[in-house]
């Protein structure tokens, strides 16, 4: 019987240092010859993962932006997607801009000659720049909504901002009443040029409501004609707490936030220890499924 694992990448697959383990590669590839399909589930968009998908030799799918899209891994053609109501995206674009914030608006690159248009006069968070320089991604920067205008709000995946946790997070729960019902948003730690995880850095990220990695993955599941216990999902951030919570094998990392570990049923080793590793281990050894109890790896 086949099964899939969905595995995220920032703090899960990859290591403080933002790469592939010799040892996670092979866990890798002893799953794949074990007829596991491996789905990356990040975060990113396609463009910002593709050194990674590259560095495993990706030729699936992969659940890019955060759930909103479904990409081919290795061309990074879209199969499917969700996209914010265009209305929608500039409100959620002017609420941010509002706060003094500079807006970062995610388009899906298929559809657009830009992955993000940024809009504001804010100043923009090193972190940020360094990001989006280093994974070589194509930025439109526009001073207002209405130089915005002239690209559209069509084809948006996601509304956010850069800035300290500290400034963030009080924005993030304002926006969620504001927007009850109408988008799905969080607010957690950046990757940085100096840290993996746990940045002061933080992430403001709005997508259409109900839009998440596990939305793609149960999708996924539904059309390959899985039964859910044969769905295993590794992650350690808070955009992976439901598909953590909701597959019949959730698995948490040992740097995970809490609450994922607390929805997990079982805790892997440190991402910076090959942690991803020893879970697959277990995995292929059959000491792991949907039957087993919950466990500390």
């Known amino acids: 019987m086949s099964s899939l694992i ?8 990859l290591n403080a240092s933002g790469k592939v383990s010799p040892k996670n590669l092979e866990a890798i590839l002893n799953l794949r010859a074990a007829g596991f399909e491996v789905v990356p589930a990040t975060g990113r968009s396609w463009r910002e993962s593709r050194r990674v998908l590259e560095a495993i030799e990706a030729k699936g799918l992969a659940i890019t932006s955060g759930g909103s899209v479904l990409s081919d891994a290795a061309t990074g053609a879209t199969k499917e997607r969700s996209t914010i109501d265009a209305l929608l995206a500039r409100q959620l674009a002017e609420s941010v801009l509002e706060r003094g914030l500079l807006v970062h608006v995610l388009r899906d690159h298929a559809s657009s000659a830009h992955d993000y248009c940024l809009v504001g006069d804010g100043k923009m968070d090193p972190a940020a720049m360094w990001w989006l320089e280093s994974h070589n991604v194509p930025v439109q920067r526009v001073g207002t909504l209405t130089e915005a205008d002239v690209f559209g709000f069509d084809h948006v995946l996601r509304v956010g901002a850069v800035d300290r946790g500290d400034l963030l997070l009080p924005v993030c729960a304002d926006l969620r009443v504001k927007f009850h019902g109408r988008a799905t948003m969080q607010s957690w730690s950046a990757v940085t040029a100096n840290a993996a995880i ?3 850095t933080h992430l403001l990220e709005m997508y259409a409501f109900g839009v998440d990695k596990w939305t ?20 350690d951030g808070a955009n992976d707490l439901i598909m953590v919570r909701e597959a019949g094998v959730g698995i948490a990392m040992q740097n995970a936030h809490a609450d994922v570990q607390q929805h997990a049923k079982h805790i892997a080793p440190h991402h910076s220890e090959d942690g991803f590793a020893h879970a697959v281990e277990q995995i292929l050894s059959g000491a792991l499924s949907a039957q087993s109890v919950r466990s500390a790896l």
């Open 198 to 200: 746990g940045s002061e």
């Open 6 to 13: 969905a595995v995220d990448l920032d703090g899960t697959l």
């Open 216 to 235: 793609m993955l149960s999708r996924l599941r539904d059309t390959r004609g899985m039964a859910n216990e044969r769905i295993y999902a590794i992650g």
